[in-house]
């Protein structure tokens, strides 16, 4: 049965290639989401699966119901694009200007509705139900995921699956890792308020962009010597914006960045000195402030018994040389909010391709993927649905006829 679903999906490839291509051309950018999510439950209508829209706020929810009693298992995948401009050369190319999907989440749609397309004609052999999670704004705080969570998009779920495709991986390829594997990700914005004044007048002003300066410095020092060195976090200050001529003193100043952690003790010390550090050094200048620190997405943290199950599907489906234990990223997911609610797990599928020019980083204007990588993704879904499907059947055959 899984390698006919894995054959019905290899057929509906082309189908996967066009509609990844018209939401790359067509890209929304967090909370903004229309067209997207109006495509999506229009197929997903079209194939006859019950959907759900609006789903905390932008989201889209679809039912498949299995033609036996077993789990029921989410498959979850993002669709919104990034503020960025696309400057690759291609037929595909983004057709709004500074919109565009740099980090895959098109790719992860149009995975996902060729997955729903299969089981959706193998539903009488399904085992339980299947619940496929559309997700709004994944790349900007406070993501889509807790208000389609509020909104009871996991309602009478077991277990949630979420997953990424990869340029720093090879198409091919599964990245998979039990425990921490995303950071927890903050961001802050700092306005320091001096005083402005003649550049050869300095005793006469507060000068902000010194003041400033003292606050960055001592930020690092945060991370190297107030850290534990075993606990992984980084803080970097992204911009910084004061002053306007070389004979002038700035009286503003203004910062932001961003702060990632795994362990939540380290999340809590670092806002704690950040603030310390701030305060203290504004006082001593004479400077006033506003900090404005967001707590951003929680670390994803994989359960480990839907960690096994993955990598025992998978080898059972005959991809165990293309497994591999991953190293954790300091990146962010929202995909953690799903992981605080119930057990489930977040893999990686490579997409890498040099010789299509499917290399560039995540984020990056010149970012493409392996289109034949939604192939890989797709698989892994199904062999995860099937092996809940052949577990229900099997648990089912050892009860005692009664």
């Not at 098109?106 to 339980?128: F, M, Y």
């Not at 391709?353 to 204007?365: F, K, Q, Y």
């Amino acid at each position: 049965m899984l390698q006919t679903w894995h054959n019905e999906l290899e057929i509906l490839y082309p189908q996967l290639v066009k509609w990844r291509r018209h939401l790359h051309q067509n890209p929304e950018l967090s909370f903004q989401e229309v067209k997207t999510p109006a495509m999506i439950a229009q197929i997903l209508e079209s194939l006859g699966i019950e959907v759900r829209k609006g789903v905390g706020g932008r989201g889209v929810v679809g039912v498949i119901r299995g033609g036996r009693s077993g789990k029921t298992i989410a498959l979850r995948a993002d669709f919104d694009a990034l503020p960025i401009n696309d400057l690759k050369d291609v037929p595909y190319k983004s057709q709004v200007p500074g919109v565009m999907h740099a980090c895959g989440h098109d790719g992860h749609t149009a995975t996902l509705l060729g997955v729903a397309s299969v089981l959706n004609q193998n539903r009488s052999n399904l085992a339980g139900n299947v619940v496929l999670l559309h997700q709004h704004a994944e790349e900007q705080t406070p993501g889509g995921a807790v208000s389609m969570i509020e909104d009871g998009c996991l309602e009478g779920v077991d277990v949630v699956f979420g997953a990424h495709l990869t340029t720093s991986a090879p198409t091919g390829t599964y990245l998979y890792k039990e425990g921490l594997i995303m950071a927890a990700s903050d961001q802050f914005n700092l306005t320091v308020q001096g005083k402005g004044g003649h550049s050869s007048t300095p005793h006469e002003t507060i000068d902000a962009i010194t003041v400033t300066t003292q606050i960055i410095h001592h930020w690092q020092y945060i991370i190297s010597r107030k850290v534990d060195p075993q606990k992984p976090s980084v803080l970097s200050v992204g911009s910084f914006h004061a002053g306007l001529a070389p004979n002038v003193i700035a009286d503003t100043a203004e910062i932001s960045g961003s702060v990632r952690t795994y362990d939540a003790d380290v999340r809590d010390q670092i806002e704690r000195e950040i603030r310390k550090a701030v305060q203290a050094i504004c006082d001593d200048a004479g400077a006033s402030y506003t900090l404005d620190y967001k707590r951003g997405y929680p670390s994803v943290n994989n359960h480990p018994k839907e960690t096994k199950v993955f990598v025992q599907a998978m080898e059972k489906a005959g991809f165990t040389d293309r497994l591999s234990e991953m190293t954790p990223l300091m990146g962010g997911e929202d995909f953690a909010y799903y992981l605080e609610q119930i057990p489930g797990t977040f893999f990686f599928t490579g997409a890498r391709n040099e010789e299509i020019g499917a290399d560039m980083p995540h984020h990056h204007p010149m970012f493409d993927f392996d289109e034949t990588a939604m192939l890989d993704a797709g698989k892994a879904f199904l062999t995860l649905i099937h092996h809940y499907a052949v577990e229900s059947a099997e648990q089912k055959a050892a009860e005692p006829i009664s």
